[in-house]
């Protein structure tokens, strides 16, 4: 094998993404990756590779990869890599780049991405942009998406024509978005936050022609400085955000009275059938745990209703649920930026507005 060179940039080719297993199951957030990576892969007119490392694995659950638009899947199969450790899986995957030679690698912001990928891109001498939210190669593309989601004067703006990776993210705290590329360096290697892609639907033709290569895997105990013993699960409950239908929010606006406003976004959930989320404001001032969080440095939702009670819509959170399918804005300032993205909007007290809202609902329920 040629020595491996990160500088020339000529000599790679094709989208990966790192779909990580956990106890032989793949995670919801590599289907995420994979349906954005296939987008990638189209503007590049290049392959999409699915990397799965573990031991076992089921096939069904390899071949249904490419239902989320894996052209290939690498599986690495060993004992070594049942269980996660940094040493293991960083050796093996900075093999398998180094003989395949990937253009761009994708890795889920997960406790596990965030772990791996600054290791290998450590090793693999190139760059990583951490949890980002958006990401492009072609020029056009990139251009519509900074006139909706920046004050640039686009079409007077002068932009380098290049298919470079332009990886978007939160900067400075989550107060503005930066856009960082790799021109020097591959792969490109970025980790996405969880949530933040969209799932394509699943295409049972896809995962029948998809090709499943079985890596052959050197690696021996001597290359693991770690022992796991045990692997313990939590029991802390966490609101689900992402998956939720409904989303209930509270911003600074129930600050006159916390709980009160609390007590009534949980209950306006409850009616709803959704969940409770919150801004970051409310975060920061530990009225709400930050697993509640929504916006550039919390989650991003796509449900089906998002209701803001109180939150004025600054850029952050907005980028955090702007692609919901309905959303309901609640704010006394009529000139309030939530309102420019609301599919419904209400100005008004939300004392006085979240009641009336209850109790239509409950109604309406009970006449059915």
């Given amino acids: 094998m040629a020595e491996f060179n990160s500088k020339d940039t000529g000599a790679f080719k094709g989208v990966w993404v790192f779909c990580e297993q956990r106890e032989g199951v793949i995670m919801s957030t590599s289907y995420q990756l994979l349906s954005e990576g296939r987008k990638l892969a189209n503007d590049l007119g290049v392959e999409l590779a699915g990397v799965v490392l573990g031991h076992n694995v089921k096939e069904e659950y390899l071949k249904a990869l490419g239902g989320y638009g894996a052209d290939k899947v690498y599986y690495c199969d060993h004992e070594l890599l049942n269980v996660y450790t940094t040493d293991a899986y960083t050796k093996v995957i900075c093999d398998l780049v180094e003989e395949k030679k990937p253009e761009i690698f994708l ?15 450590a090793r693999l001498h190139t760059g990583l942009t951490a949890d980002c939210t958006h990401l492009d190669v072609d020029v056009a593309k990139y251009k519509e998406f900074l006139k909706t989601t920046s004050t640039i004067d686009v079409d007077n703006t002068v932009f380098e024509e290049n298919t470079n990776l332009k990886m978007t993210r939160p900067a400075f705290g989550g107060h503005l978005m930066a856009t960082i590329i790799c021109p020097r360096f591959r792969p490109q290697m970025s980790t996405v936050r969880p949530g933040v892609m969209q799932t394509q639907a699943y295409d049972e033709a896809g995962a029948a022609r998809t090709v499943v290569e079985k890596v052959a895997v050197q690696l021996s105990r001597e290359d693991i400085h770690v022992d796991v013993l045990e692997v313990k699960k939590a029991a802390k409950k966490l609101v689900d955000l992402i998956g939720a239908d409904v989303v209930v929010s509270v911003g600074r606006g129930i600050s006159k009275d916390v709980e009160k406003g609390l007590a009534l976004a949980e209950e306006l959930a409850g009616v709803l059938g959704g969940v409770v989320g919150a801004s970051r404001a409310c975060v920061d001032a530990g009225w709400i745990s930050a697993d509640h969080q929504v916006g550039q440095t919390g989650k991003t939702v796509h449900p089906r209703i998002y209701v803001a009670l109180g939150i004025s819509g600054a850029i952050q959170h907005k980028a955090g649920m ?13 000139s309030a930026p939530i309102f420019e993205v609301a599919s419904y909007g209400i100005v008004g007290d939300l004392y006085k507005v979240a009641p009336m809202l209850i109790e239509a609902i409950r109604t309406l329920k009970a006449s059915k």
């Fill in 107 to 121: 890795i889920g912001a997960t406790n596990i991405g965030r772990d791996l990928g600054p290791r290998c891109a």
């Fill in 322 to 334: 702007q692609d919901s399918e309905c959303i309901i804005a609640v704010n006394k300032n009529e």
